[in-house]
């Protein structure tokens, strides 16, 4: 029989779909007794099967064709707002030493790069005014400047797994005051 229809065998779909043992069960089970039962549950089966198989493409083409156009993204944003040091790699003194310096001519302006400088959110500006300033300044370190775990923990003198624990308790400290705070309010005003 394969030999005869040796078209319809090689189809991709076909094959993957009779790679299957149940699959195949349901196949012999309808050429060996070709009723109108065992014709239908291979349809529906068939049908699952290759639906399936057409979101399981659509995901997999999805995530890919998204992950390039995101690398296209951060590649063009990277080439526009290329990072400005006043200080050549070769001058003495890190990362760290040039933000200090940086963010000195910023207070100097009246800016400032502080963390709640660029949220509007006036109750995560109230949950940032919990923290105490060391997990203030990690954040703003990580989430302003994008520094590492370990280019901090060099700034601190301290070890990047403690840099990692400050920064998990206040993101824990966040995620407390909004659960706490501004869902329970939500929650009383449209239950009560």
Known sequence: ????????????????????????KIFTETLDT???HNI????????IFYY????YKYMCSLIYFFSVDFDKRARKQRERY??????????AGGMIDRIGNYDGQLEKTG?????????????MIKALQKLTAKQNLVLTMI???GLSNKEIA???????????????????????HYTDEVYDRKEKSHCG
């Open 143 to 145: 989430f302003s400047y």
């Open 1 to 24: 029989m394969q030999q005869q229809y040796s078209s319809f065998f090689e189809q991709p779909i076909i094959h993957v779909f009779l790679q299957n043992p149940e699959h195949m």
């Open 52 to 55: 399936r198989a057409k979101i």
């Open 34 to 36: 070709p009723s109108s």
């Open 40 to 47: 239908c549950h291979l349809n529906e089966t068939f049908k």
């Open 82 to 91: 290329r990072m400005v040091l006043d200080a050549t790699p070769s001058d």
């Open 154 to 176: 060099a700034y601190f003198h301290e070890s990047p797994q403690n840099i990692s624990s400050i920064r998990k308790q206040a993101l824990k400290k966040l995620r407390k």
């Open 111 to 123: 800016e400032t790069n502080d963390l709640s400088s660029h949220i509007s959110d006036e109750e």
